[in-house]
T-cell receptor
Framework: EDKVVQSPLSLVVHEGDTVTLNCSYE??????LLWYKQEKKAPTFLFML????IEKKSGRLSSILDKKELFSILNITATQTGDSAIYLC?????????????FGQGTILTVHP | GAVVSQHPSWVICKSGTSVKIECRSL??????MFWYRQFPKQSLMLMAT?????????EQGVEKDKFLINHASLTLSTLTVTSAHPEDSSFYIC??????????FGDGTRLSIL
């Protein structure tokens, strides 16, 4: 059974702090790992990673994948209150349904002013 | 990128009512769409994969007769929660993707059964 585990489950920081969110996985026929940010509505896409060791960056957010150790991290530097959200890691792979994603439990990030 | 529209965004209804949720892909043809369910402060749980022109593929533990999925066209999939009860209250989200592109999600439907 495909499995995605995120840690920590929740995190409280102050503005300006740097945070690292973790995602480990066990998936047959791995295709990609995705990070999403969810506020009040549906998740919004952040990154899609398919290759090991190549960092993807968007502003203060960055992410990298290690396919040998089966994990990914999402870094957020100089956090702001607007970064408060649930961060979801999802892995695509396995099964017969192309595009099917298995989600981790999510990390609830709270950034205090 | 892919745009997915979901409607309605919020439903409140009495126990025993059937509720239909629509998911439309606005700028591409989606042969496959996905339906998820999310409880408060929990992650997304895949309910079923909706395939255009054929039967949906349900995940283990999801009742096919309770959650009816229809994907009659390349731009529309519907989820009908039949004879809804309070325990069906949840946030339902659909998504779709084209080829190797990341899944994009609709805005979700918050269902409250009284």
């Amino acid at each position: 059974e495909d499995k995605v585990v995120q840690s920590p489950l929740s995190l409280v920081v102050h503005e300006g702090d740097t945070v690292t969110l973790n995602c480990s996985y066990e998936v047959t026929n791995f295709r990609s790992l995705l990070w999403y940010k969810q506020e009040k509505k549906a998740p919004t896409f952040l990154f899609m990673l398919t290759s090991s060791g190549i960092e993807k960056k968007s502003g203060r957010l960055s992410s990298i994948l290690d396919k040998k150790e089966l994990f990914s991290i999402l870094n957020i530097t100089a956090t702001q209150t607007g970064d408060s959200a649930i961060y979801l890691c999802a892995v695509g792979g396995g099964g017969t349904s192309y595009g099917k994603l298995t989600f981790g439990q999510g990390t609830i990030l709270t950034v205090h002013p | 990128g892919a745009v997915v529209s979901q409607h309605p965004s919020w439903v409140i209804c009495k126990s025993g009512t059937s509720v239909k949720i629509e998911c439309r892909s606005l700028d591409f043809q989606a042969t496959t769409m996905f339906w998820y369910r999310q409880f408060p402060k929990q992650s997304l749980m895949l309910m079923a994969t909706s395939n255009e022109g054929s039967k949906a593929t349900y995940e283990q533990g999801v009742e096919k007769d309770k959650f009816l999925i229809n994907h009659a066209s390349l731009t529309l999939s519907t989820l009908t929660v039949t004879s809804a009860h309070p325990e069906d209250s949840s946030f339902y989200i659909c998504s779709s993707a084209v080829g190797n592109q990341p899944q994009h999600f609709g805005d979700g439907t918050r269902l409250s059964i009284l």
